[in-house]
């Protein structure tokens, strides 16, 4: 089995693979339960990020969505069958067309009231998750493990000098503290930034550029405000050599 068929984990969870590869990657997916681990990991991610670009209905949207089939006529189907099975069958489709042209103006409706805010929002969210994807979907991309009982991975694309991490399985902190991700290399360590949390065990993916001369990323619990240098031990260590 080749070595780079465990780099598509990212590609294939995002449905970003030709035919040839997919049947490839799927037979090699019998056979790898890490990498099955990481397409399950990277599809709940993905979920996730699809979800923060989802941007809720004005409260007037059904009263529109409902005038709109009011005034729209509706095609009817072509019916081939005869007798009582035609008429059932004629039914039925009718049904489907009506709730497909519904379904088709909810859609028309929804994008024609988004306000200058939501369009801001469900651009920033865009483009945040352009980044993520950037990194997952990378043709060098490479997954790494961290060391204890917690659930932090990895995904390195070193020719774009960064990484996202995906962390799960955290014990949940007060409010008085967060998990805090740090740098460490040649040049000491310096801080990538505190983890949000987006439920009580799960974090939000982290994409952070890579300093040169990063030899490994340490997790620790810090005060909720971060600190300037590490003050805990790391609850979790990533190895980049």
């Not at 651009?123 to 997954?143: C, G, H, I, K, W």
């Not at 460490?184 to 040169?212: F, K, N, V, W, Y």
């Amino acid at each position: 089995m080749t070595a780079e068929l465990h780099t598509l984990t990212g590609a294939y969870a995002l449905d970003a693979v030709s035919d040839a590869e997919r049947a490839e990657f799927e037979r090699h997916l019998g056979e790898c339960a890490a990498c099955r681990q990481e397409v399950e990991e990277l599809r709940a991610t993905g979920s996730r990020l699809a979800v923060a670009v989802a941007v809720d209905p004005p409260a007037e949207l059904r009263a529109r969505v409902l005038a709109e089939v009011a005034r729209t006529r509706q095609v009817p189907p072509k019916v081939t069958a005869i007798g009582a099975a035609s008429g059932r069958a004629r039914t039925w489709q009718v049904r489907v067309a009506l709730l497909g042209a519904a379904a088709a103006a909810v859609v028309a409706v929804a994008f024609g009231v988004h306000t200058a805010s939501s369009d801001r929002q469900l651009d920033t969210a865009q483009q945040e998750q352009a980044s993520l994807n950037s990194v997952l979907t990378a043709p060098d991309a490479s997954t790494l493990k961290g060391s204890g009982q917690s659930g932090a991975t990895l995904v390195v694309s070193r020719g774009q000098g960064k990484a996202v991490l995906l962390a799960s399985g955290f014990p949940a902190l007060d409010a008085g503290h967060a998990y805090q991700v740090w740098f460490t290399g040649t040049d000491g360590t310096r801080s990538a930034g505190l983890m949000q949390p987006e439920s009580p065990h799960q974090m939000r993916p982290m994409l952070a550029a890579i300093p040169p001369g990063t030899d490994h990323i340490g997790i620790t619990v810090e005060p909720a405000g971060g600190s300037a240098g590490p003050t805990t031990a790391p609850v979790s260590t990533i190895s980049l050599s």
